[in-house]
T-cell receptor, first 113, second 112 residues
Framework: GQQLNQSPQSMFIQEGEDVSMNCTSS?????WLWYKQEPGEGPVLLIALYKAGELTSNGRLTAQFGITRKDSFLNISASIPSDVGIYFCAGHNSGGSNYKLTFGKGTLLTVNP | EAGVTQFPSHSVIEKGQTVTLRCDPI?????LYWYRRVMGKEIKFLLH????????ESGMPNNRFLAERTGGTYSTLKVQPAELEDSGVYFC??????????FGSGTRLTVV
């Protein structure tokens, strides 16, 4: 089946630093999604990308859909303590009856105040 | 608007016992999904309901897992008999279409 390689597995940073994480796939997706999971909660959608090359921002978060449609990255600028959590990338081939998401293993982010 | 509700939030059972997880989707969402995350691994798709019908159950690990969605509202996922490798967090999600997933908080299942 399709697999996503997400890196890094974990990051320990100081408050105020920028963060970058990425996902690569062996196959093409037509939608890339980035989720954040906090302890005791389910994944919450941060950014959705629908076109190859698309660059989208949501506050301090910026994500890009790679032009090959096989990769995506997420940047967080000026990190703050509440950015702590697990960040997951997910690929989706929307259309037809296939609604399932393929997830990466997650990046655990720790922010030291 | 109420979100996706899952019950219980935690369950600890012995190997060989039966456990039933429940998910109440957002009202009006025809699509309901089950996913599972085993410690340190990716969140993996289990199955997808459209109303009460199973659209895709390609991710179900084996026949010890049974999912139902009677009447197209809430869904249950039963594991019988549970094995150690079934431990993990089980997420339910719902959506009105192929977009707009909302996940529940998950059920953490520990099989000892």
């Amino acid at each position: 089946g399709q697999q996503l390689n997400q890196s890094p597995q974990s990051m320990f940073i100081q408050e105020g630093e920028d963060v970058s994480m990425n996902c690569t796939s062996s196959s093409i997706f037509n939608t890339w999604l980035w989720y954040k999971q906090e302890p005791g909660e389910g994944p919450v959608l941060l950014i959705a990308l629908y076109k190859a090359g698309e660059l989208t921002s949501n506050g301090r978060l910026t994500a890009q859909f790679g032009i090959t449609r096989k990769d995506s990255f997420l940047n967080i600028s000026a990190s703050i303590p509440s950015d702590v959590g697990i960040y997951f990338c997910a690929g989706h081939n929307s259309g037809g009856s296939n609604y399932k998401l393929t997830f990466g293993k997650g990046t655990l982010l720790t922010v030291n105040p | 608007e109420a979100g996706v509700t899952q019950f219980p939030s935690h369950s600890v059972i012995e190997k060989g016992q039966t456990v039933t997880l429940r998910c109440d989707p957002i009202s009006g969402h025809d699509n309901l999904y089950w996913y599972r995350r085993v410690m340190g691994k990716e969140i993996k798709f289990l199955l997808h309901f459209v109303k009460e019908s199973k659209q895709d159950e390609s991710g179900m690990p084996n026949n010890r897992f049974l999912a139902e969605r009677t009447g197209g509202t809430y869904s249950t996922l039963k594991v019988q008999p549970a094995e150690l490798e079934d431990s993990g967090v089980y997420f339910c999600a719902s959506s009105p279409s192929s977009y707009g997933y909302t996940f529940g908080s998950g059920t953490r299942l520990t099989v000892v």
